[in-house]
């Protein structure tokens, strides 16, 4: 197809640039015809601010004016608020029934309202919602306050917990330790059969074996668990050592079970039985504190029964012997631990002899009437000991009778003091 030629000196009709014809359009709605920077060096130009004006939308023109108008009765609020009195402020408030209004609105020093034309009834209506000011109102908390409430919080936890270590250290007995041994308390407070915790095994051998013993809680142990208990520290123990033992956890157990339940139990007797196997540690732990104790007839004819089926060394025994003898006051179960002792036919050495005799004839001055356990314990000493006695005290004891003398018991005791030893003549003390 061939090309248009265009005619020479005609000029065709040509259309605005699309920009150009935006802009016009726009012209008419108010909005500015020129960029930002040109416009500004007009206005430096010409200095004309009514085209600005010309170029702000009527809607944007109606904003401005309401918040200007706005803004000025806000201010003329402002001035309302000012002390009265002074000529600045009442200068701003403007015309004098403006300042008649202010009359009934009370202003402290500090230019803040106090009252303003409330009633009598207004105010008692208002103070029942208001929280009554006193002196001892609680003050709020403030972020240090609990800050500081928390240091001191911290601080006497970490005394207290020093003030612990502090009291364990001395006793040489660590918080784990202490855990340890009152858990093993528990267990022997419910122990029955089975074995038994190596940690108990060991305290017998610590130096403080006294303090780590006391955490298990003794008193609360089952008759099994002491059982157990006497057969280790009787075995691990010293003499020494083994008697505070038996004085301060098993005679204390044994004397309330038997007050409990009127009879004793089997591995309780058993305990008691296992511990003569340290007789200086049972005669006194066991024995001597029990017989100085009055104790009961029951608790006797029990510790005796054991004295009388085991085996006890014949020196550990004499000087048993001797020391319930010297024993003040005399209690009439003394005499049953004497009669065992005594009937387990022992060599007693002369000062034993001597001593029980002397024991037997202090009573000359005594006016009750002794029980028959006592005068069967003579009986029992003259019985075995007889040939042991020399003249005056066979003469002393023949006194005693004189004072004392059981109808059924005594004509025995006096028959035993007047035999004579095989093979010897009666003498005439033995005759008369």
Same mark, same amino acid.
């Given at each position: 197809m061939p090309?248009?030629?265009?005619?020479?000196?005609?000029?065709?009709?040509?259309h605005?640039p699309?920009g150009?014809e935006?802009?016009h359009?726009?012209?008419?709605?108010?909005?500015r015809t020129?960029?930002?920077?040109?416009r500004?060096?007009n206005?430096k130009?010409?200095g004309?601010?009514?085209?600005d004006?010309k170029m702000?939308?009527p809607a944007?023109?109606?904003k401005?004016?309401e918040?200007?108008?706005e803004?000025k009765?806000?201010?003329e609020?402002?001035?309302?608020?000012?002390?009265?009195?002074?000529?600045?402020?009442?200068?701003?408030i403007?015309?004098?029934?403006?300042v008649?209004e202010m009359?009934?609105v009370?202003?402290?020093e500090?230019?803040y309202?106090i009252h303003?034309?409330?009633?009598a009834?207004?105010?008692?209506a208002?103070?029942?919602?208001?929280?009554k000011?006193?002196?001892?109102?609680?003050k709020?908390?403030t972020l240090?306050?609990?800050?500081?409430?928390?240091i001191?919080?911290?601080?006497?936890q970490?005394?207290t917990q020093?003030a612990?270590?502090?009291?364990m250290?001395v006793?040489?007995?660590?918080?784990?330790?202490?855990?340890?041994?009152?858990?093993?308390?528990?267990y022997?407070s419910?122990?029955?059969?089975?074995?038994?915790p190596?940690a108990?095994?060991?305290i017998?051998?610590?130096?403080n074996w006294?303090?780590?013993?006391?955490?298990?809680k003794?008193?609360?142990?089952?008759?099994?668990?002491m059982?157990?208990?006497?057969?280790i520290f009787?075995?691990n123990?010293?003499?020494?050592?083994?008697q505070?033992f038996?004085?301060?956890?098993l005679?204390?157990?044994?004397?309330?079970?038997?007050?409990?339940?009127?009879?004793?139990n089997?591995n309780?007797y058993?305990?008691?039985?296992k511990? +003569?196997? $340290?007789?200086?540690?049972f005669?006194?732990g066991i024995l001597l504190p =029990?017989?100085?104790?009055n *104790?009961?007839? %029951? &608790?006797?004819?029990?510790?005796s029964?054991?004295?009388?089926?085991v085996?006890i060394?014949?020196?550990?025994?004499?000087?048993t012997?001797v020391k319930?003898?010297?024993?003040t006051?005399?209690y009439?179960?003394t005499?049953i631990f004497i009669?065992?002792? +005594?009937? $387990?036919?022992?060599a007693?050495?002369?000062r034993t002899?001597?001593? =029980?005799?002397?024991?037997? *004839?202090?009573f %000359? &001055?005594?006016?009750?009437?002794l029980p028959v356990?006592?005068?069967r314990?003579?009986?029992?000493?003259?019985?075995r000991?007889?040939f042991d006695?020399?003249?005056?005290?066979?003469?002393?004891?023949k006194?005693?009778?004189?004072?004392?003398?059981?109808e059924?018991?005594?004509?025995?005791?006096?028959?035993?003091?007047?035999?004579?030893k095989?093979g010897?003549?009666?003498?005439?003390?033995d005759?008369?």
């Open positions: 090309k248009v030629k265009k005619e020479k000196g005609s000029q065709a009709k040509r605005d699309l150009n935006i802009l359009d726009e012209a008419t709605a108010g909005l020129t960029p930002r920077v040109k500004l060096k206005d130009v010409d004309g601010e009514e085209d004006m702000i939308p944007v023109s109606r401005i004016l918040a200007a108008r803004q009765e806000e201010d609020n402002d001035g309302e608020n000012r002390i009265p009195g002074d000529t600045a402020s009442i200068a701003s403007g015309s004098d029934d403006e008649e009359s009934d009370e202003v402290d500090g230019g309202i303003e034309s409330m009633t009834e207004d105010e008692r208002l103070e029942m919602f208001l929280p000011a006193s002196d001892n109102a609680p709020a908390r240090a306050d609990v800050i500081l409430e928390k001191s919080e911290k601080e006497t970490q005394q020093q612990e270590e502090e009291r250290a006793s040489g007995l660590s918080p784990k330790v202490v855990e340890t041994y009152c858990e093993i308390g528990v022997l419910r122990y029955k059969a089975g074995k038994i190596k108990f095994k060991v017998a051998n610590l130096r006294e303090e780590v013993l006391y955490l298990t003794p008193m609360d142990w089952k008759p099994a668990a059982y157990q208990a006497v057969r009787i075995s123990l010293n003499p020494r050592m083994a505070r038996l004085n301060l956890v005679l204390p157990a044994v004397r309330e079970d038997v007050d409990q339940n009127k009879r004793l089997f309780y058993q305990a008691l039985k511990s +003569v196997f $340290k007789p200086a540690a005669f006194k =029990l017989s100085a104790e *104790c009961t007839l %029951k &608790e006797a004819v029990i510790v029964s054991i004295l009388a089926k085996s060394p014949v020196m550990h025994a004499a000087a012997l319930l003898c010297q024993q006051p005399w009439g179960t005499s009669a065992t002792l +005594v009937n $387990k036919k022992y007693l050495p002369l002899v001597e001593a =029980l005799c002397q024991h037997f *004839c202090a %000359k &001055e005594d006016d009750r009437v356990i006592w005068h314990s003579l009986l029992l000493f003259v019985q000991y007889k006695l020399d003249d005056a005290q066979r003469k002393a004891l006194d005693l009778l004189k004072v004392h003398l059981h059924a018991i005594g004509p025995e005791i006096r028959r035993e003091l007047m035999a004579t095989p010897e003549a009666p003498s005439s003390m005759i008369g």
